[in-house]
T-cell receptor
Framework: GENVEQHPSTLSVQEGDSAVIKCTYS??????FPWYKQELGKGPQLIID?????GEKKDQRIAVTLNKTAKHFSLHITETQPEDSAVYFC???????????FGQGTRLTINP | GAGVSQSPSNKVTEKGKDVELRCDPI?????LYWYRQSLGQGLEFLIY????????KSGLPSDRFSAERTGGSVSTLTIQRTQQEDSAVYLC?????????????????FGPGTRLTVL
């Protein structure tokens, strides 16, 4: 079935450094790839997304890249701040099933 | 505008009791999803509604779990004869849906969740 692999499962970086989280997907028909940030005790929040007709998208300190040929996409956070500490989930939208398939999550810790 | 809301925010129940969890999606969103998240774990898909029908119930873990949606809006997830392993956060999400792809139709928004504790 459809699968999304996310790496790493945990990531610790110094404040001000960059963080990169990578995901791969299996369904070549996937056309929409959102990223969610989940803070402790809260529901996941959509932070950025990319569609299959775009290779890169940027929103202030966060950016997402998509390589359709290799079927992988990445989240890049620059100039990290303590408030970036959270669990991040990637996902791929399965058009046939009309649902998102999620990666396993990455716990990002920003060290002051 | 208002986001996805869920109630109650917390529910503590005794093993064997039935519980009902409620989800109010964003107005106009036809697609609604339920997920379960155990402590420190990922998002486990439970069920998908399009309007009032559920074309995908494949994630419901047992026949103790059921869900319904009325009027194409509010949804309730019912767990009968709760077990300790049912303890988790239950998340609801909604999406514009409508069968279109691309643009705003794919954006999916989550509620804050209901934390269920079965003693």
């Amino acid at each position: 079935g459809e699968n999304v692999e996310q790496h790493p499962s945990t990531l610790s970086v110094q404040e001000g450094d960059s963080a990169v989280i990578k995901c791969t997907y299996s369904d070549s028909a996937s056309n929409y790839f959102p990223w969610y940030k989940q803070e402790l005790g809260k529901g996941p929040q959509l932070i950025i997304d990319i569609r299959s007709n775009v290779g890169e998208k940027k929103d202030q300190r966060i950016a997402v890249t998509l390589n359709k040929t290799a079927k992988h996409f990445s989240l890049h956070i620059t100039e990290t701040q303590p408030e970036d500490s959270a669990v991040y989930f990637c996902a791929a939208f399965i058009q046939g099933a009309q649902k998102l398939v999620f990666g396993q999550g990455t716990r990002l810790t920003i060290n002051p | 505008g208002a986001g996805v809301s869920q109630s109650p925010s917390n529910k503590v129940t005794e093993k064997g009791k039935d519980v009902e969890l409620r989800c109010d999606p964003i107005s106009g969103h036809t697609a609604l999803y339920w997920y379960r998240q155990s402590l420190g774990q990922g998002l486990e898909f439970l069920i998908y509604f399009q309007g009032n029908s559920a074309p995908d119930k494949s994630g419901l873990p047992s026949d103790r779990f059921s869900a319904e949606r009325t009027g194409g809006s509010v949804s309730t997830l019912t767990i009968q004869r709760t077990q300790q392993e049912d303890s988790a956060v239950y998340l609801c999400a909604s999406r514009y849906g409508g069968g279109f792809s691309g643009g705003k139709y794919n954006e999916q928004f989550f509620g804050p969740g209901t934390r269920l504790t079965v003693l």
